[in-house]
């Protein structure tokens, strides 16, 4: 008898920020396990690169290109997911950005702000749409549900110059953890994934750079950097009913950096 503890046949995901990095990563080891993929991405042309990518696993795939810092598009493009797909079944809040804005004494509030935009609001938008349209359809009968949110290492350890980003990190986990106790109820669960240090056009910098190579990656036990691909497993399970009792933990995917 086949297996089917991961078999995502018939389940849809929305990842925003699906069309690179981690958010790509998780959206194949969800397609390849058989869930239909809605991604939100503000690049028009990483979207269709990604949708294109996706096709090979013959699912259903549409990209919606909008900024999820802007609440009046996330609305209408969570229930434009819904029109689209019938359901959302799993949702990874994935999108997110970082400025370098200096000294925090010196750090200036437009950066602040515009962080916190994308990688907090963006999250909430995002997380409250889609908890809106599961609380919906458990009271019409359909109980279930699975939201993540991605936060970072930097939302639990000390990072010099990156306090808005830290902050916003922090703050998804919070948030996470209100939605895994309010809305277990509805048979709907909430998690955390964690990244260490991944290679994603994020940190391209720092992966150019061997001062940083040598003092950091040298300190990942696991010796290099992680790829987007070591997602897929993490999403796969969260997404699948294998997951259905697991709710408001944080799952730190990062080679046993945090710990060493």
């Not at 194949?28 to 696993?57: H, P, T, V, W, Y």
Request: glycine content about 12%; overall charge negative; aromatic content about 8%.
């Amino acid at each position: 008898m086949k297996n089917q503890l991961f078999d995502l046949t018939k389940k849809v995901s929305l990842i925003t920020g699906g069309n690179g990095g981690i958010g790509l990563g998780m959206a194949k080891g969800l397609a390849s396990c058989g869930s239909d993929i809605a991604i939100i991405g503000r690049n028009i042309e990483k979207n269709s690169k990604a949708k294109e990518e996706l096709m090979q696993f013959d699912v259903k795939v549409e990209t919606y290109s909008i900024d999820v810092s802007n609440e009046k598009d996330v609305k209408e493009t969570v229930l434009n997911v819904v029109n689209d797909f019938g359901r959302i079944d799993t949702v990874f809040a994935n999108a997110g950005m970082n400025l370098f804005g200096g000294s925090f004494e010196d750090m200036d509030t437009d950066v602040y702000r515009k962080v916190l935009a994308v990688n907090l609001d963006g999250v909430f938008f995002t997380l409250r749409e889609s908890c809106r349209h599961m609380v919906e359809r458990a009271k019409n009968g359909d109980p279930g549900g699975s939201v993540v949110g991605v936060a970072s290492l930097a939302g639990i350890e000390g990072a010099a110059k990156t306090q808005p980003y830290s902050a916003s990190k922090g703050g998804i986990r919070a948030i996470i953890k209100g939605i895994a106790v309010e809305h277990a109820k509805y048979g709907i669960r909430a998690n955390t994934i964690v990244p260490g240090w991944i290679a994603t056009d994020m940190t391209e910098i720092n992966q150019n750079s061997e001062k940083f190579t040598d003092k950091v990656i040298s300190r990942v036990p696991m010796r290099r950097w992680g790829d987007p691909e070591d997602f897929s497993g993490i999403a796969v399970y969260l997404a699948s009913d294998s997951s259905s009792y697991h709710s408001g933990d944080s799952f730190v995917v990062d080679g046993a950096y945090a710990i060493f």
